[in-house]
């Protein structure tokens, strides 16, 4: 008896640690703006974002289509997954609605004067009524952001 009771908390101290140490995409596929596969329920180092959204079919969104950036012509910079939302005035990039305000996404993207820097997006907007659009700036790399995955 006491090793049946013994496995069965061996059982579930597992399960508590393998949940403990997974992410889990936090929205439906029907949530999720055109293009983008997975969110992550939190924040992750860079490595671990990039894992995270191979597990899940997808890359983090890079800049401009490259693996490095000077952070230069931000107005024109173009973003995987966000082709579908450029700003009225053609400029920038809106930032999708369906998703979330105050938030600081991973890009695939790292600063070309400093690779243990890597590029991420946040909503900035001047005006409430505004959709805003997407801000580029840099963290690193082993410092913790929240994670997009693109197909």
Wanted: positive net charge; contains cysteine.
């Amino acid at each position: 008896m006491k090793i049946k009771t013994l496995t069965s908390i061996t059982f579930i101290i597992g399960m508590a640690i393998a949940v403990g140490t997974t992410a889990g995409i936090s929205w439906a596929a029907e949530q999720l703006p055109p293009g983008v596969v997975a969110i992550a329920d939190k924040q992750m180092n860079y490595a671990a974002a990039e894992d995270f959204c191979k597990q899940n079919g997808g890359k983090l969104p890079r800049i401009n289509d490259s693996d490095s950036w000077d952070g230069t012509q931000q107005k024109s910079a173009s973003l995987d997954g966000f082709a579908k939302h450029p700003k009225p005035d053609g400029t920038g990039i809106a930032y999708p609605v369906e998703l979330p305000k105050g938030k600081f996404f991973w890009t695939g993207t790292k600063d070309a004067a400093n690779p243990n820097f890597v590029w991420y997006i946040q909503h900035r907007s001047n005006n409430s009524s505004d959709m805003g659009e997407v801000n580029f700036d840099k963290w690193i790399i082993r410092g913790p952001r929240d994670v997009m995955c693109v197909k």
